[in-house]
């Protein structure tokens, strides 16, 4: 399969510092999609990159993607209180191929105050 | 606009007992999803419904049946609960299998 997976696992910081989370996965996709998780809530859709695109932003949020690395990263900057919360990376096969979006593990966040 | 839709929020059910998870979504939405997520192991998906009366299994779907009854509803049925599925459960949408998905809120599943 092609599992995205996160790095780190869990990262805490400072209230106002930038947090920066990786993602790498193994085969071709079509686009990677980042979400976020609050604690006990249903995961939210943060921003989608697709194959042909290397950099894309949404208000704090700046996600790149290296293909050729297969990885991508999520920067959160200024970050703040409520940015507490897991972040899972999401990737979509490439066209005709049988697999699925598969989540990665996630990345729990704690912003510290 | 409610999105996704699940019932019941929270439900405990002895071992071999059987139930029936809803899900329902107003996006006119194509593709619907059921997942597990437990602690250390992200989100794992047991059934996928790419289009209204197909479906399709996901990584985990031992144990699991779904029904897509039309495009708006995507259920998922536990014949006999063992504690092994013990998790919380999450449906979700799509337009198509490639896009965003929408999350419902998650039923909380415990099997004794």
């Known amino acids: 399969s092609q599992q995205g997976e996160e790095d780190p696992q869990a990262l805490s910081i400072q209230e106002g510092e930038n947090a920066t989370m990786n993602c790498s996965y193994k085969t071709s996709i079509n686009n990677l999609q980042w979400y976020r998780q609050n604690s006990g809530r249903g995961l939210v859709h943060l921003i989608l990159?697709?194959?042909?695109?290397r950099e894309k932003h949404s208000g704090r949020l700046r996600v790149t993607l290296d293909t050729s690395k297969k990885s991508s990263s999520l920067l959160i900057t200024a970050s703040r209180a409520a940015d507490t919360a897991s972040y899972f990376c999401a990737t979509a096969p490439s066209p005709n191929r049988d697999d699925k979006i598969i989540f990665g593990k996630g990345t729990r966040l704690h912003i510290l105050p | 606009n409610a999105g996704v839709t699940q019932t019941p929020k929270f439900q405990v059910l002895k071992t071999g007992q059987s139930m029936t998870l809803q899900c329902a979504q107003d996006m006119n939405h194509n593709s619907m999803y059921w997942y597990r997520q437990d602690p250390g192991m992200g989100l794992r998906l047991i059934y996928y419904s790419a289009s209204e009366g197909t479906t399709d299994k996901g990584e985990v779907p031992n144990g699991y049946n779904v029904s897509r009854l039309n495009k708006r509803e995507f259920s998922l049925r536990l014949e006999s609960a063992a504690p092994s599925q013990t998790s919380v459960y999450f449906c979700?949408?799509?337009?198509?299998?490639?896009?965003?998905?929408?999350f419902g809120p998650g039923t909380r599943l415990t099997v004794l």
């Open positions: 990159i697709r194959s042909n695109e």
């Open positions: 979700a949408s799509s337009l198509d299998s490639l896009n965003e998905q929408f």
